[in-house]
Antibody
Framework: EVQLVESGGGLVQPGRSLRLSCTAS????????MSWVRQAPGKGLEWVGF??????????EYAASVKGRFTISRDDSKSIAYLQMNSLKTEDTAVYYC??????????????WGQGTMVTVSS | EIVMTQSPATLSVSPGERATLSCRAS??????LAWYQQKPGQAPRLLIY???TRATGIPARFSGSGSGTEFTLTISSLQSEDFAVYYC?????????FGQGTKVEIK
């Protein structure tokens, strides 16, 4: 079964850091681009960032709201994607979803989603 | 960034009826448009990408159309499990952006 499982969420104070993990199974992780998408309570979906597969350079893209604070990385040997979140703000409070690109060619549409992990930024 | 606008915000439909959801982009996104369905407490599910290509396992009652700036998701005969929030998303330009969602509710 193709699956993504996020972990690492929780309650954190403003200005602190948190690292989320996304563990993949059921497919060749290294072949696909991976993204993080978040959803604040009661709100819509917001794309956070994206990492291409090594075949496409392994490069990243970020939303303006997180650029310079968040970093996406991947460990293909472990089938894990990471979201390192620094200098957290209260407005970063959301459910964070890990997603897989629908095609091996990275296009930015997402066919596999994890169950999400909640991040709450509050003092 | 490209702004995606969905209409209506809420659509009240009876089971078995047809539902038509609209999505407009602030500039052309070619056919690089996806639709997602989200039910309460669940992750979104990809329905359509490439404006009209159904994702794996998506029933034929879901269809997408459009290109450029105007797109439509049609659900031909609403089933009970189709009542949910639907989001469009463009992936023609970075950052990829989502619409604000259309809630399809039971009439």
């Amino acid at each position: 079964e193709v699956q993504l499982v996020e972990s690492g969420g929780g309650l954190v104070q403003p200005g602190r850091s948190l690292r989320l993990s996304c563990t993949a199974s059921g497919f060749t992780f290294g072949d696909y681009a991976m993204s993080w998408v978040r959803q604040a309570p009661g709100k819509g979906l917001e794309w956070v960032g994206f990492i291409r597969s090594k075949a496409y350079g392994g490069t990243t893209e970020y939303a303006a709201s997180v650029k310079g604070r968040f970093t996406i990385s991947r460990d293909d040997s472990k089938s894990i994607a990471y979201l390192q979140m620094n200098s957290l703000k209260t407005e970063d409070t959301a459910v964070y979803y890990c997603t897989r690109d629908v095609k091996v060619i990275p296009i930015g549409a997402f066919d596999i989603w994890g169950q999400g992990t909640m991040v709450t930024v509050s003092s | 960034e490209i702004v995606m606008t969905q209409s209506p915000a809420t659509l009240s439909v009876s089971p078995g009826e047809r539902a038509t959801l609209s999505c407009r982009a602030s500039q052309s996104v070619s056919s690089n448009l996806a639709w997602y369905q989200q039910k309460p407490g669940q992750a979104p599910r990809l329905l359509i990408y490439g404006a009209s290509t159904r994702a794996t396992g998506i029933p034929a009652r879901f269809s997408g159309s459009g290109s450029g700036t105007e797109f439509t998701l049609t659900i031909s005969s609403l089933q009970s499990e189709d009542f949910a929030v639907y989001y469009c998303q463009q992936y023609n330009n970075w950052p990829v952006t989502f619409g604000q969602g259309t809630k399809v509710e039971i009439k």
